[in-house]
């Protein structure tokens, strides 16, 4: 009798094309792939797959059996996260974050799943936005939380939140107490986001005119670090506010006055149609929740100031 892992594993190796991939994304080896496509086309009495060059194609009977496997995969998925425990959704979901998140909620997000899905494991990665869409394209992550939407056939997207941008500078550099025109921001570095993502080409188109001198612009892959070089007063970090609330509190950053207007970093999640999507899903929801309760908090202190 034909048994969903065996039908999991045929979806796998159609959907990424490679005994390899499946192998990965099944967190198994290749001879095991093997093995049960080999058990799943001795069961079938046909052949599944073209195995040419190292590329797994499926046949034309392959292709039939796909439009199944997607529906029988994707009612188990239904079943289980409908009918079963919270506790039978198990397994790992790799998820990719921007960084704004890891200093926002995502510590919150990882309790509350730990909390309604303590079965499911998440592994986590942190990068830019375009490698973690290209990594999610590349389906290597399911589940990314970027400044979105992703735009790809099939994929899904969710907003999350919205964060400002603001130029944010220590106290030792004297800028504070007032109005701060572009002429006196451009007399700094100035500290942001990395190369080839959004924020980072906005600031630079934002100080590319004629009247301006060539812009210091200092580019990093960790918050961290621009956190740390604008404490220092080695510049003005342009980031959102909102990961910076302890120094603002204790003064150790001030958020400038200035008229220079920024868009705000619009963060969604987003993920590739798939028949066992359902986890996915339901951690999306987790993170929309949490996302948007923390923007609330931040609107009502923000209005307090």
């Not at 926002?104 to 375009?130: A, G, Q």
């Not at 394209?137 to 999350?160: K, T």
Request: aromatic share 6%.
């Amino acid at each position: 009798m034909t048994d969903f892992r065996s039908i999991e594993t045929f979806l796998w190796v159609v959907k990424l094309g490679s005994f390899r991939g499946a192998a990965q994304r099944l967190n198994t080896t290749q001879p095991a792939i093997s093995q049960r496509i080999a058990q799943l086309e001795r069961e079938m009495g046909v052949k599944l797959l073209n195995r040419d060059h190292r590329v797994a194609s499926p046949t034309p009977s392959g292709r039939q059996m796909m439009v199944y496997a997607e529906k029988l995969i994707g009612l188990r998925s239904e079943m289980m996260a409908e009918v079963g425990d919270r506790s039978a959704m198990r397994g790992a979901l790799r998820l990719g974050v921007a960084e704004t998140i890891v200093h926002t909620w995502l510590p919150r997000l990882v309790k509350s799943v730990n909390e309604v899905y303590p079965n499911l494991s998440l592994e986590i990665e942190v990068d830019i936005t375009p490698n973690l869409t290209a990594r999610l394209l590349a389906q290597e992550i399911e589940l990314a939380f970027v400044l979105g939407p992703v735009s790809a056939s099939g994929a899904h997207n969710r907003v999350l939140c919205d964060y400002p941008i603001g130029f944010l500078a220590s106290p030792a550099l004297g800028l504070g107490d007032g109005p701060v025109a572009r002429q006196d921001l451009a007399r700094f570095p100035i500290i942001t986001f990395p190369r080839k993502t959004q924020p980072y080409e906005t600031v630079r188109a934002l100080f590319n005119t004629p009247d301006l001198p060539p812009i210091r612009l200092h580019a990093s892959t960790s918050l961290a670090t621009v956190i740390h070089m604008a404490n220092e007063g080695l510049g003005i970090a342009v980031i959102p506010s909102a990961i910076v609330e302890n120094e603002l509190a204790d003064g150790r950053l001030q958020l400038l006055d200035t008229d220079l207007k920024l868009p705000p970093l619009t963060f969604t999640a987003s993920w590739l149609a798939s028949p066992d999507a359902v986890a996915i899903e339901r951690v999306a929801n987790l993170a929309e929740q949490i996302a948007q309760a923390r923007v609330v908090v931040d609107e009502v202190e923000t209005a307090r100031h």
